[in-house]
């Protein structure tokens, strides 16, 4: 008896996880394979990928254009939310992992598999999200994870890969672990473990550097309906357009990259460089616009449902309770959050030098300070009595 029958691998065309499917067939007695590889923007060529599965050993191999749901139901939730996990990561990688673990469900579910696998070492972040994005999604299925249990080095994959008749074309080894999307790309590794080298350039994909910005700065404006972007320099876009072309316009000026040391799930901290111009940029808007439409009480309230929503989705728990609970607050939020927020890309810059909504509640009247000005000064003195009689009645008695 293997350890399954019929299989939904997810597949990237790697060496890992092409390896895990001679893998699973010799070592774990698996009797069928089935590869799925999702486009969430990554910029390759999936049709090769297919055919490789097949030459793998697959007897079937999928190919899912997921990038509009990824958007759509990952991306702007979370910019909804303005996630920052640890303040400053924007959960690129992190989105796309629970988005991975539905499609290999409903495949499995179609195709009768017994489990589902992932390459995926036993020391990430991204393990955690698929293994408990999968028993969430469906308790019943097995998961399998193949190179968090064989213990090859990359060398040893190869080889044993090669074993079974498969090629690996000699490219330039890149030092680098890289995760890339539509959202953007996650580098670690190589010469970034010492977390005092400074990432060389040549790891930067999607922004300049400072160096070659233009030298002019550029303005644009987004339009958000309802906490969601819609538009650039009012061209309504489609959620996947709109991204794509963000990225181009913010990466051109050199905004959006992050370097950082975070903690791990699994406990350990690492060095991480991030590049997500338009996400980046989103999320600053956003927050912007509702610093104009929501209540005091909800925008400071909104910060720590903000971080525990930021903190599940880094940590694997989005199809949950919880999440689904802080939906329902989030969402409710958003009702008013529309208008639009300028922004000036200048030098590795995308500063919010304006905004604007119908829904606004800022009040000329009461800020001016001008002769329209229509706050009441007088009753500033009552309130501050009341306001500070604590303070005073506890100063009395200690001072
Ligand atoms: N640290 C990021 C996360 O946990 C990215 C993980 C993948 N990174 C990579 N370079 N392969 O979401």
């Known amino acids: 008896m293997g350890r399954a029958e019929k299989v939904v691998l997810a597949y990237s065309g790697g060496v890992d996880t092409s ?9 774990w007695g698996v009797k069928e394979v089935i590869t799925l590889a999702a486009d969430l923007g990554q910029g390759e060529e999936l049709k090769p990928i297919q055919s490789k599965a097949l030459k793998c050993g697959a007897v079937e191999s999928l190919v899912e254009d997921a990038k509009e749901t990824f958007v759509k139901e990952y991306a702007f939730p979370a910019i909804q939310a303005n996630t920052l996990y640890e303040n400053r990561y924007p959960l690129s990688t992190a989105l796309a992992r629970p988005l991975i673990a539905k499609l290999l469900v409903e495949a499995a579910e179609k195709y009768g598999a017994d489990a589902v696998a992932h390459g995926c070492t036993g020391k990430g972040n991204d393990q955690v999200r698929f293994d408990v994005g999968i028993m969430a999604l469906n308790p019943n299925l097995k998961v399998l994870a193949p190179a968090r249990e064989w213990g090859m080095s990359r060398e040893e994959a190869i080889t044993y890969g090669e074993k079974f008749g498969m090629e690996f074309p000699v ?18 590794a190589g010469p970034l473990e010492d977390p005092m080298t ?14 070659d910005t233009p030298n002019e700065p550029e303005y644009i404006e987004i339009g958000f309906e309802r906490g969601i972007p819609v538009s650039i320099n009012g061209n309504q876009l489609n959620p996947v357009e709109l991204i794509t072309q963000l990225n181009e316009i913010v990466g051109n000026h050199g905004f959006g990259r992050i370097d950082m040391i975070e903690n791990r799930v699994v406990g350990i901290k690492s060095r991480e460089i991030y590049e997500t111009p338009a996400l980046l940029a989103l999320i600053n808007a956003h927050r912007d616009l509702e610093s104009l439409t929501l209540t005091a009480d909800i925008t400071n309230y909104k910060q720590g449902i903000e971080q525990t929503y930021s903190e599940l989705i880094y940590r694997g728990l989005w199809y949950s309770p919880l999440k689904e609970a802080l939906d329902a607050f989030i969402q409710k939020t958003q009702e008013r959050v529309s208008g639009s927020v300028r922004i000036k890309l200048f030098k590795g810059n995308a500063t919010i030098v304006g905004r604007k909504s119908a829904n606004s509640i800022y009040t000329p009247d009461l800020a001016t300070y001008g002769a329209e000005d229509k706050f009441d000064h007088k009753a500033a003195e009552g309130f501050i009595y009341i306001w500070g009689l604590p303070t005073r009645v506890w100063a009395e008695k200690t001072k």
């Open 19 to 27: 390896v895990c499917i001679p893998y699973l067939k010799e070592e």
């Open 198 to 211: 400074e990432p060389p350039e040549e790891v930067f994909v999607m922004t300049k550097a400072i160096a």
């Open 171 to 188: 490219k330039k080894s890149s030092p680098y672990s890289i995760d890339r999307n539509l959202l953007g790309r996650s580098i670690e």
